[in-house]
């Protein structure tokens, strides 16, 4: 081959070293570029998604100052948190990420809410960050309802306390210990004025942890804040910042609900079968219902509750055979001292009188000791 003319050589090999050069910039813009911008929302409510399943909230409500949370891929950190309230009362926010439905925010293919005695696990992870700098809790949220319920303030709120910086502490009083998912607790107990609160509390900081939701979920149940026939809405990771709060950050978190359990009333449970007959009479604005609750189990029932939610607009008045409290929404039936225990094939009867207003309906979704019954 007859060998190139000398300037055209010399092009070419410009040429070559231009290239080479736009290759090294492409190669290190590559090397340095990140995969994913980071989002900060300032907006007191504002929100976005992480990895298309999760919900990073702001949740700004106890204070106008200025609060920032900057989402990441895996998680969110807490990156302005302006202002400060008092120790003794409510935490000025709630910074969190979340699985489930929020105040009408539901998280992308979320299978929440789902009845708690249709879910067999709820395995979740987290990782937190923290600061000393700041007073503040570390709290990962569990919400429980009676119902469905995708919007407004759930009937119980369980709060596990994984860390607390400064002179805080849980809605309540301690009402005791306890062992739930291989870890001591400190149980606290009480209402904030809209929703019963049950919050279990870390003697020292855990910075990880990989658990069951369902344990403290159980745990509930047990102490009779909440039934199987409920339904779990939401699982929540975050903190609650009394003062400063900048640096807060949740490295990492998941969370899956796998449902298809059985739920209670297998072999041995003396509520595994129950059946409510719900009679009424009614007239204009007032109505009484005679109720029977009968036990098909093998075993008789003691202390027996039967749990039931009444329709809108309606409100006891008085009840005979039982105590029925609250008067209105979600109820608990209980005995009295002579009519305590339900043999097995055998029933008890109470009934209590009412008013209602618009059109009357009986209720739904009874449930004996946690255990769903059927109506007939």
């Known amino acids: 081959m007859r060998p190139l003319p000398r300037h055209i050589r010399a092009v070419r090999g410009l040429l070559a070293t231009i290239l080479t050069a736009l290759a090294s910039v492409a190669a290190l813009v590559t090397a340095t570029a990140p995969a994913q911008a980071d989002t900060t929302i300032c907006e007191q409510f504002g929100s976005t998604t992480i990895q298309g399943r999760y919900v990073v909230q702001n949740n700004r409500w106890g204070t106008s100052e200025t609060q920032c949370v900057t989402a990441t891929d895996t998680g969110f950190r807490l990156t302005q948190a302006d202002g400060s309230v008092p120790t003794n009362g409510a935490p000025k926010s709630y910074p969190s990420v979340f699985n489930g439905c929020h105040y009408t925010n539901c998280s992308p293919g979320t299978n929440l809410p789902a009845q708690v005695s249709s879910i067999s696990s709820a395995p979740s992870s987290i990782s937190y960050g923290y600061v000393s700098n700041a007073v503040y809790n570390a709290s990962y949220d569990i919400w429980l309802d009676p119902t469905p319920k995708t919007d407004g303030v759930n009937r119980t709120e369980i709060m596990i306390w994984f860390n607390k910086v400064g002179p805080i502490q849980p809605i309540g009083s301690q009402v005791g210990t306890a062992s739930v998912g291989g870890r001591t607790?400190?149980?606290?107990?009480?209402?904030?004025?809209?929703?019963?609160?049950?919050?279990?509390?870390?003697?020292?900081?855990?910075?990880?942890?990989?658990?069951?939701?369902?344990?403290?979920?159980?745990?509930?149940?047990?102490?009779?804040?909440?039934?199987?026939?409920?339904?779990?809405t939401s699982v929540q990771a975050g903190f609650e910042p009394w003062q400063g709060g900048a640096g807060l950050a949740v490295n990492s978190f998941s969370s899956t609900v796998n449902t298809g359990g059985t739920g209670p009333g297998g072999p041995g449970n003396p509520a595994a079968a129950c059946e409510v007959r719900y009679a009424t009479t009614v007239w204009s604005g007032g109505y009484t219902a005679d109720v029977t609750v009968r036990n098909n189990g093998s075993a008789p029932v003691d202390g027996w509750k039967l749990a039931f939610t009444l329709p809108s607009g309606q409100r006891v008045t008085n009840a005979w055979n039982a105590t029925v409290s609250p008067s209105s929404g979600a109820v608990t039936a209980s005995p009295l001292a002579h009519n305590a225990r339900i043999a097995a094939d055998g029933s008890q009867t109470f009934g209590f009188q009412g008013t209602y207003s618009g059109t009357f309906a009986k209720p739904s979704g009874f449930s004996l000791n946690g255990t769903a019954c059927t109506s007939v």
């Open 185 to 232: 607790w400190q149980v606290w107990s009480g209402s904030n004025g809209s929703n019963d609160v049950l919050s279990f509390v870390a003697p020292s900081a855990i910075s990880n942890w990989s658990f069951d939701v369902m344990d403290f979920v159980d745990a509930t149940v047990a102490r009779g804040m909440a039934q199987n026939n409920w339904y779990l």
